[in-house]
T-cell receptor
Framework: ETGVTQTPRHLVMGMTNKKSLKCEQH?????MYWYKQSAKKPLELMFV???????ENNSVPSRFSPECPNSSHLFLHLHTLQPEDSALYLC????????????????FGPGTRLLVL | AQRVTQPEKLLSVFKGAPVELKCNYS??????LFWYVQYSRQRLQLLLR??SRESIKGFTADLNKGETSFHLKKPFAQEEDSAMYYC????????????FGTGTKLQVIP
């Protein structure tokens, strides 16, 4: 499959569970992102990885733990989540061409719909 | 701090009518503004970006720094334009930092 893929597409978990979301990009990009999309709220940028290094962490609770083992894969490890963490989690990727080159378009995955009970 | 405001949650227009989706931003530097679109059951995707100064699917958007706006316009709405539209600002504290608006749902009535 081309583009950005995410698994699972749907996930239901209890507050004591540990689960992981997976994102894979097939575009040769070197930057990857996690976003949270909740009802009635704007898309919230959670984490940014560029060249496999975390460059942005927007005050996300520690119960969310990202991992970027290589430029094609991004994980979001979930532990002891709260019901308010229920949302659509989107992964995106882009080509990081350097600060002076401007911003490149982000390509989004289909998202993982998470429900925390 | 950077902020993007889309004041309308829902915009309903008749087919063939003009469309204007509003976006205002707050940012102290030189922003790069984007419009993303999400059609039903499809992923979020880029519609256009202001530096390209292009028209995509009949849509255009002009960056107005004086009014800090980046409204999305189309002269004649089509049914297939019905979707969620998100305005996004890239800038500040690392050039990959991006802020999205809350989105506007465009509903084109046949």
């Amino acid at each position: 499959e081309t583009g950005v893929t995410q698994t699972p597409r749907h996930l239901v978990m209890g507050m004591t569970n540990k689960k992981s979301l997976k994102c894979e990009q097939h575009l040769g990009h070197n930057a990857m992102y996690w976003y949270k999309q909740s009802a009635k709220k704007p898309l919230e940028l959670m984490f940014v990885y560029s060249l496999e290094e975390r460059v942005e962490n927007n005050s996300v609770p520690s119960r969310f733990s990202p991992e970027c083992p290589n430029s094609s894969h991004l994980f979001l490890h979930l532990h002891t989540l709260q019901p308010e963490d229920s949302a659509l989690y989107l992964c995106a990727s882009s080509q990081d061409t350097g600060r002076l080159a401007g911003v490149e378009t982000q390509y989004f995955g289909p998202g993982t719909r998470l429900l925390v009970l | 701090a950077q902020r993007v405001t889309q004041p309308e949650k829902l915009l309903s227009v008749f087919k063939g009518a003009p469309v204007e989706l509003k976006c205002n931003y707050s940012y102290s530097g030189s922003p790069e503004l984007f419009w993303y679109v999400q059609y039903s059951r499809q992923r979020l995707q880029l519609l256009l970006r202001h530096i390209s100064r292009e028209s995509i699917k009949g849509f255009t958007a002009d960056l107005n720094k004086g009014e800090t706006s980046f409204h999305l316009k189309k002269p004649f709405a089509q049914e297939e334009d019905s979707a969620m539209y998100y305005c996004a600002l890239h800038g500040g504290g690392g050039y990959q930092k991006v802020t999205f608006g809350t989105g506007t749902k465009l509903q084109v009535i046949p």
